[in-house]
């Protein structure tokens, strides 16, 4: 066997029947993880020029828009973790050849994610000044944020649609119909972002405003060709606009064990990164523009991630689905493997380009050179954090989701604020050389990816979560 078949070879899976070929388990994976991948770079992408043309209003502004996330993040809790639901349930629906019951999954989804849509846009936009407040608004970002925040607000009905309808062809594999749905959005976004920031085109120079309007607009237009696969007559997936139909009991049962469970990992995810925004936006706004403009490259690193992870969530759902415990098992390996190269690969990029990175986001001195510390320490990071990503995905896939909740609750609800916490303020204050204000959170970060990486490759070596019925 040569070097290179040793190394992605798919060790330690003993298979039930014909030992599938290696090399037509890695294409199905990177069929699937590919386009979602890419979807998620370039979406990253995209909202990084976002942010570097909000940066050319100041530091203030983009540290404003930088408040906006976790608020935005809190109020799609529950649609995301219905999403998370929807992607397992059609996913080992479609591996049990089962066509209706993938299609009666979609078609709830919806109904339920359009309640939750309209009634989170309204609280959202309602209580806009509060959120932006919780979230560490001060006398230079809080009416910036509030101002973004509300528009934002106004698009998170077709956000939800739109979540819900990716989810769903994540759950087959199609993840290019995701890819192009997003990614030509988000190229019409950039091109609003233009017209309304700086005011171009005889379009108003409207600063922060501007930029979220330009985000719902991309978000209406991603929702529409979204809604033009799914009612696609001739689609393994056809959403049915039929709201007279009873819902199916045992559907909802499924959902409700699955999404129930990503509330709870949800809530405690936003919990814990409100509480770390909160503590570095406390720290001042320089503080908080070089941690946005950090968060910029951890994004896409988690996007690429997630994009891998995709594939994972599809596969073994796909696998259990058809009782095949044995290609579920082999596909989280090699989709692991997949990350690897991924992540090795994004910290050559931000080791040797950390500086320009930072310039590309703002030309203040302090900002750039406090977030060029900080992706030192990010790259040590991204191994295993696209690790648990990963791990996360595939557990997701197979329904584990309690076991993944539980695991964010120890590690980003408590760990994570605590080790920040202590780096940022009493290590901060003794060890100033250290430039903790800038480095602390992504220390933290690091403790963090590990954690879960660690816990969560233990999980999966168990194999109780090829045991769970959906």
């Given amino acids: 066997m040569s ?10 899976v003993e298979f039930d029947e014909e030992t599938p070929n290696t090399g037509s388990l890695y294409k199905k994976s990177l069929s699937i993880a590919w386009p979602a991948a890419v979807e998620g770079a370039l979406l990253s992408i995209i909202g990084s020029i976002d942010t570097m043309m909000v940066g050319k209003l100041g530091k203030a502004a983009i540290a404003a828009v930088g408040l906006v996330g ?47 849509g309209l009634v989170l846009g309204a609280i959202g936009f309602i209580f806009a000044e509060p959120f932006i407040k919780i979230a560490g608004g001060n006398e230079d970002t809080l009416q910036l944020g509030v101002d973004y925040f509300k528009v934002i607000c106004v698009g998170i009905p077709c956000n939800c649609w739109l979540l819900c309808i990716c989810a769903a062809f994540r759950g087959i594999g199609k993840t290019r119909i995701t890819m192009a749905t997003n990614v030509i959005a988000n190229l019409i976004n950039v091109f609003f972002n233009y017209c309304l920031i700086g005011g171009h085109f005889g379009f108003p120079a409207l600063g922060v405003k501007g930029a979220a309007i330009a985000t719902v607009i991309g978000t209406v237009i991603a929702t529409i060709i979204g809604f033009y696969f799914a009612l696609r007559p001739f689609g393994y997936l056809r959403l049915r606009l039929n709201f007279k139909e009873k819902l199916d009991v045992e559907t909802l049962k499924s959902l409700v064990s699955v999404g129930g469970s990503s509330v709870a990992e949800s809530v405690f995810l936003r919990i814990g990164f409100l509480i770390t925004n909160r503590l570095v936006a406390d720290l001042g706004t320089d503080a908080l523009a070089a941690n946005q403009v950090v968060s910029q490259v951890t994004g896409l690193s988690f996007t690429l991630g997630d994009g891998i992870a995709a594939a994972g969530t599809s596969l073994v759902g796909q696998s259990l689905g058809a009782g095949r415990k044995d290609k579920a098992k082999a596909y989280i390996k090699i989709t692991r493997t997949i990350s690897y190269f991924t992540s090795v690969a994004l910290m050559l990029c931000i080791f040797f380009f950390r500086r320009g990175l930072a310039e590309l986001f703002t030309d203040d001195a302090t900002v750039i050179a406090g977030a060029s510390v900080a992706y030192l320490v990010v790259v040590l990071g991204m191994i295993p954090q696209n690790g648990r990503i990963v791990f996360s995905g595939c557990l997701r896939g197979a329904g584990d989701v309690r076991f993944v909740a539980l695991i964010s609750l120890f590690s980003v609800t408590l760990l994570r604020p605590i080790t920040t916490w202590l780096l940022c303020y009493p290590l901060n204050s003794m060890l100033p050389f250290l430039q903790l204000s800038y480095t602390g959170t992504w220390i933290s970060f690091l403790v963090d990816s590990l954690v ?11 194999e109780k979560w090829a045991d769970i019925k959906l």
């Fill in 3 to 12: 070097a290179l078949s040793k190394l992605f070879a798919v060790k330690g």
């Fill in 452 to 462: 879960r990486d660690f816990l969560l490759l233990h999980r999966i070596r168990t």
């Fill in 70 to 116: 976790q608020p935005r993040m809190i109020l799609l809790v529950l649609a995301q973790a219905l999403c998370v639901g929807t992607t397992a349930i059609v996913a080992r629906r479609k591996g049990a050849d089962d066509r209706k019951g993938a299609n009666e999954c979609f078609r709830q989804s919806m109904f339920i994610i359009t309640l939750l």
